[in-house]
C-alpha cells in the first residue's frame, strides 16, 4: 500500500506562484508513473501532469509551459511547480500513483492510489 500526502495548497494572486509536493509513504514509488489532477466545482477531474519513472513527463495543453512537475526519489516526493498561476486553475489538486509503467498517464482511471487533495484558488 501507498499513502499520498499533499500540501502547498493556498490562496495565491493571478500570475503568482505555487508549488505543491506530494510525499508518499508505505513503500517507494520510484518505480511509479506519479500524476497530478485537479478538480473545480461542479466540473469533471482532469489530468495535469505526469511523470514517468524514465523521467519522461507529461502536460495538459492549459498547464504547458507554466506548470513543472518533477520528482526527488530520495525523498519519495513528487512536486507541482505551478507558476503564471491564473483563476481558471482553482480547483482541489491531487495527486496519484500507478505501479503500471505502460499505462496512459492522462488517464485518471489507471491509477491505484491517491492523495486525499489540496486546494489551490487563485484570485483575480
Known sequence: QVQLV???GGLVQAG???RLSCAASGRSISTYTMGWFRQAP???REFVAAIRRSGSRY???S???RF???RDNAK???YLQMNSLKPEDTAVYSC???RNAYSDPTADNVYDYWGQGTQVTVSS
Open 59 to 61: 502536460y495538459a495543453d
Open 96 to 98: 496519484a500513483a500507478d
Open 16 to 18: 503568482g506562484s505555487l
Open 76 to 78: 519519495n516526493t513528487v
Open 42 to 44: 461542479g466540473k469533471e
Open 63 to 65: 498547464v504547458k509551459g
Open 68 to 70: 513543472t512537475i518533477s
Open 6 to 8: 499533499e500540501s502547498g
